[in-house]
């Protein structure tokens, strides 16, 4: 079967860097999403990685190692406003979306 | 910037009552999908479409259909609505992309409750 794990809910203090980590076992893989998604909103995109390594995006970095299914979404300098929950999403071999059920993170003043 | 809108943010009905979901986008993306979202479960895909007139299942289709007349339009039904389809549905677009790479576009979602 397919698999998308990440952990169910995160807490951090506001300025701290907090790593939200995906690790997947999917049936090939095509490139990884993160997504945001404040609560009673639509999901938005964050990154894609596709090859190994780390993309920087601003506060927000993802990082991808596909020989060990993993991947993590690293935040910086934590505002209240990044609590939100994140969505981890793989491309399997079949160019179709496999979604893990997401991390709710809590920023504490 | 995209947009994809939701016709409703909350709709409550009954046990047994036809359903209308209705999804609009407005930058001509040639993919449109219908998800399900449930708390500690992952987005469940309905259905999706490629192109008006084609649909495609899912992996949770059952008590579900679709239509795709126009471009622009991709609405989701349930024939019957049963309690267990209770849950937040979110419609998401995309350009036309062999690879899926193309992020996703979603709508704010309809909060359905089936008493």
């Known amino acids: 079967g397919q698999n998308i794990d990440q952990p169910t809910e995160m807490t951090a203090t506001e300025g701290a860097i907090v790593q939200i980590n995906c690790t997947y076992q999917?049936?090939?893989?095509?490139?990884l999403f993160w997504y945001q998604q404040h609560a009673g909103e639509a999901p938005t995109f964050l990154s894609y990685n596709v090859l190994d390594g780390l993309e920087e995006k601003g506060r927000f970095s993802s990082f991808l190692s596909r020989s060990k299914g993993y991947s993590y979404l690293l935040l910086k300098e934590l505002q209240m406003k990044d609590s939100a929950s994140y969505l981890c999403?793989?491309?399997?071999?079949?160019?179709?979306?496999?979604w893990g059920a997401g991390t709710k993170l809590i920023i504490k003043p | 910037d995209v947009k994809v809108t939701q016709s409703s943010r909350y709709l409550v009905k009954r046990t047994g009552e036809k359903v209308f979901l209705e999804c609009v986008q407005d930058m001509d993306h040639e993919n449109m999908f219908w998800y399900r979202q449930d708390p500690g479960l992952g987005l469940r895909l309905i259905y999706f479409?490629?192109?008006?007139?084609?649909?495609e299942k899912g992996d949770i289709p059952e008590g579900y259909s679709v239509s795709r007349e126009k471009k622009e339009r991709f609405s989701l039904i349930l024939e019957s609505a049963s309690t267990n389809q209770t849950s937040m549905y979110l419609c998401?677009?995309?350009?036309?992309?062999?690879?899926?790479?193309?992020?996703?576009?979603f709508g704010n979602g309809t909060r359905l409750t089936v008493t």
């Open positions: 999917t049936s090939g893989f095509n490139g």
């Open positions: 479409s490629y192109d008006v007139k084609m649909k």
């Open positions: 998401a677009s995309s350009p036309r992309d062999r690879e899926n790479n193309s992020p996703l576009h």
């Open positions: 999403a793989v491309v399997d071999s079949n160019y179709q979306l496999i």
